[in-house]
């Protein structure tokens, strides 16, 4: 992506490409990952709604694997998972385990 | 064709304001102002303006509630004073950095403590590099005709920056004047129908507004404000223009009086240049050439203007109803800086006079002209900056 002169800017700095986020990737930015354990998930869906990003991908109704080129390691889903019987469906590791 | 009545400057501006008819005013009761937004809220509940008035708990509110009803596409007015306009700070920033064209007037009052309630001008001082437009005010008339244009330089599609419009607390606001009105289709025909750009309330495009800009953008963003300031004394111009059409009555981006041939001068802002013209006047029929140069845009400031207007002066004197404790004031620095590039330049001193609304009395004027008129005569002077009307 080509950095604008100030010359170039929009007034204000509105940014009028909407959904433009998408194009700024937020994951670098992680120190813990969260790693989905499938089979203790029983797709309440609250990681989706509770994450900060758009890092829960679902697809027909039912969540899949994490996007980490957006996850920023927040751990909001792990926190919020309900999980299966006390057992947590998202658990954070660190990054480089 | 308009009409004269006897009027307050308060009641002056909300007047402008009614009939200008902004979309949205959020405000914070404050002395001064007060009774100014107070008539306005009256003019919303009588059904005499078509506004949304939003009473809000602070005017950091007041000014969160302006610029989100100016992003979403609204004409915005709102006004305050001297500490209301200290807790609208961060807000002011934004207005500006957003390039939201609100415009407010700024009854100008004291900054505590201790507490005071009286006009100075340390209030809107502080705000000059929160990147507003300032526009000032002799009289309530100066307050009525520069709220109109306010208006029109703000809103106007290559500058869209927020204006304030500054009249002394109290010696303006709550004193009672002769003024001349104009009528209400002339105003409304004048500040015309409000153009938005880029509005959060045009869903069928969406946008973001108010982003995080991080070090490689931001000094971007801050080189391209600077360059928009530099457009407004054009428009300024340009706005006044056509305002003499309407009302008859010219305006620059200072007022100077007596000038032209004038040796010694006296550069003041808002209601103590009426004073301190009337005191020019005796030195004039006493021979001596006095003059005033009086500041009506303060941000942007005219510097090669100013410098032009002043450079044939051998002496002048600054005066600041503000303070900037350890620096001069802050009207002397920028004409300081104004007149420094020029080889030959006027002797230049600073009178620091009325804070927290003590009285500017003629004698004060005196005082001042007589010093100048010493310091031509010995080419020396005492010292840069000096108190007057202070007791020992
Ligand atoms: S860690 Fe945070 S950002 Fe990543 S998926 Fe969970 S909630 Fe979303
Ligand atoms: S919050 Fe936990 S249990 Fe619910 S869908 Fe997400 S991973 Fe599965």
Known sequence: MKIPGWKELTPGAVILQAGNATEFKTGSWRSLKPKWKEENCIQCLFCWIYCPDMSIKVKDGKRGEF????????????????????????VMEEEDK | MGKIVAATGNEAVAEALRQINPDVCAAYPITPQTDMMQRF???VSDGKVDTEIMLVESEHSAMSACIGASAGGGRVATATSGPGLALMWEMLYVASGMRLPIVMP??????SA????????????????????????????EAYDNTIQAFRIGEHMDIRLP?????????????????????????????????????????????????LILPDLYHEYKRAQHEVMTKVKDVVLDVAEDFKKISGRSYGLFETYRLDDAEIAVV????AAGTAKDIVDEFREKGIKAGLLKPRLFRPFPYEEVAHALKNLKAVCIMDRADSFGGYGPLFMEVSSAL??????????????????????????????DELVEIVKTGKFKTIKEYIGVRE
């Open chain 1, 67 to 90: 996007d980490y080129d957006f996850c920023k390691g927040c751990g909001i889903c792990a926190l919020e998972c309900p999980g299966k019987k006390g057992k947590k469906a998202i």
């Open chain 2, 41 to 43: 809220a009256s003019f």
């Open chain 2, 163 to 211: 204006v304030m419009v500054c009249l002394d607390g109290f010696i303006i606001s709550h004193s009672i004047e002769r003024m001349e009105y104009l009528d209400d289709n002339v105003v409304k025909a004048f500040v015309r129908e409000y153009k938005s750009l880029n509005p959060l309330l045009d869903v069928e495009n969406p946008k973001s507004i108010g982003p």
């Open chain 2, 106 to 111: 700024v009854v100008n009052r004291s900054l």
């Open chain 2, 268 to 271: 003041i802002l808002n209601s």
């Open chain 2, 340 to 369: 420094y590039p020029l080889n030959d330049r006027p002797i230049m001193i600073n009178k620091i006079y009325g804070l927290g609304g003590r009285d500017f009395m003629p004698q004060h004027a005196e005082i001042v002209l």
């Open chain 2, 114 to 141: 201790p507490l005071n309630i009286h006009g100075d001008h340390s209030d809107a001082m502080g705000a000059r590099d929160s990147g507003w437009i300032q526009l000032w005010s002799e009289n309530a008339q």
